[in-house]
């Protein structure tokens, strides 16, 4: 089955800062990509999603790469602020069995 | 808005009893999920339905089993609790091709 991998356990920036967490994945047929942010003792939610059509995509601070040749997609999160600070998990689904795969998580520290 | 709750929210459990997690959805989402979370393994998943009646295996499925008997309802049941199944359990409702809903999180610990 697909596997997505995370490739910053951790990242440390300084508050104003650009923050930008790399996820890579396996199975071609991948074509959704969104992304989750956990606050320290809450749950998930989503914050941003890419699909495979487009190779950008913009949130107010928060955009998404997609390179497909190389399988790889990244969140960009500008001018960072302490309430950034949070685990972001990647995910990836090709549609089929309605599931989603998802990385490990990146926790993001935003320094004052 | 979307809303999908847990319960309970914390739980103490005795090794070889009996628990039962449950998840409500006024979503009207077709597809719930169950994933456990723990320091080191992010997030996985233990079984998912598709609709009321259907139960699917996930990664981890051994020492789970699942229940849907209605399209709000989804249960998560371990017959024979370990303290290896300490954990964060999520219940999440949406899908694959779009944004999935998580509840709150249920705190087990197996003593």
Same mark, same amino acid.
């Given at each position: 089955?697909? /596997?997505?991998?995370q490739h910053? *356990?951790?990242l440390?920036?300084?508050e104003?800062?650009?923050?930008?967490?790399? &996820?890579? #994945?396996?199975?071609?047929?991948? *074509? #959704?990509?969104?992304? #989750?942010k956990?606050?320290?003792? /809450?749950s998930? $939610?989503?914050v941003?999603d890419?699909?495979s059509?487009?190779?950008?995509k913009? *949130?107010?601070?928060?955009?998404?790469l997609?390179? /497909? /040749?190389?399988?790889r997609?990244?969140? $960009?999160i500008t001018?960072?602020?302490p309430?950034? *600070?949070a685990? #972001?998990? &990647?995910?990836?689904s090709?549609?089929?069995?309605?599931?989603?795969f998802?990385?490990d998580?990146?926790?993001?520290v935003?320094?004052? | 808005?979307?809303?999908?709750?847990?319960?309970?929210?914390?739980?103490?459990?005795?090794t070889?009893g009996k628990?039962?997690?449950?998840?409500?959805?006024?979503?009207?989402?077709?597809?719930?999920?169950?994933y456990?979370?723990?320091?080191?393994?992010? =997030?996985?998943?233990?079984?998912?339905?598709?609709?009321?009646g259907?139960?699917?295996k996930?990664?981890?499925p051994?020492?789970?089993k699942?229940?849907r008997?209605?399209?709000?309802?989804?249960?998560?049941? =371990? !017959? =024979?609790?370990?303290?290896s199944?300490?954990?964060?359990?999520?219940?999440?409702?949406?899908?694959a091709?779009? !944004?999935?809903?998580?509840?709150?999180?249920t705190?087990?610990?197996? =003593?």
């Amino acid at each position: 089955g697909e /596997k997505v991998e995370q490739h910053e *356990s951790t990242l440390s920036v300084r508050e104003g800062d650009s923050a930008v967490i790399n &996820c890579t #994945y396996t199975d071609t047929a991948s *074509s #959704y990509f969104p992304w #989750y942010k956990q606050e320290a003792g /809450k749950s998930l $939610h989503f914050v941003i999603d890419i699909r495979s059509n487009v190779d950008r995509k913009q *949130s107010q601070r928060l955009i998404v790469l997609l390179d /497909k /040749k190389a399988k790889r997609f990244s969140l $960009h999160i500008t001018a960072t602020q302490p309430e950034d *600070s949070a685990i #972001y998990f &990647c995910a990836a689904s090709t549609g089929s069995n309605n599931r989603i795969f998802f990385g490990d998580g990146t926790q993001l520290v935003v320094k004052p | 808005e979307a809303a999908v709750t847990q319960s309970p929210r914390n739980k103490v459990a005795v090794t070889g009893g009996k628990v039962t997690l449950s998840c409500n959805q006024t979503n009207n989402h077709n597809n719930m999920y169950w994933y456990r979370q723990d320091t080191g393994h992010g =997030l996985r998943l233990i079984h998912y339905s598709y609709g009321a009646g259907s139960t699917e295996k996930g990664d981890i499925p051994d020492g789970y089993k699942a229940s849907r008997p209605s399209q709000e309802n989804f249960s998560l049941i =371990l !017959e =024979l609790a370990t303290p290896s199944q300490t954990s964060v359990y999520f219940c999440a409702s949406g899908g694959a091709w779009v !944004e999935q809903y998580f509840g709150p999180g249920t705190r087990l610990t197996v =003593l």
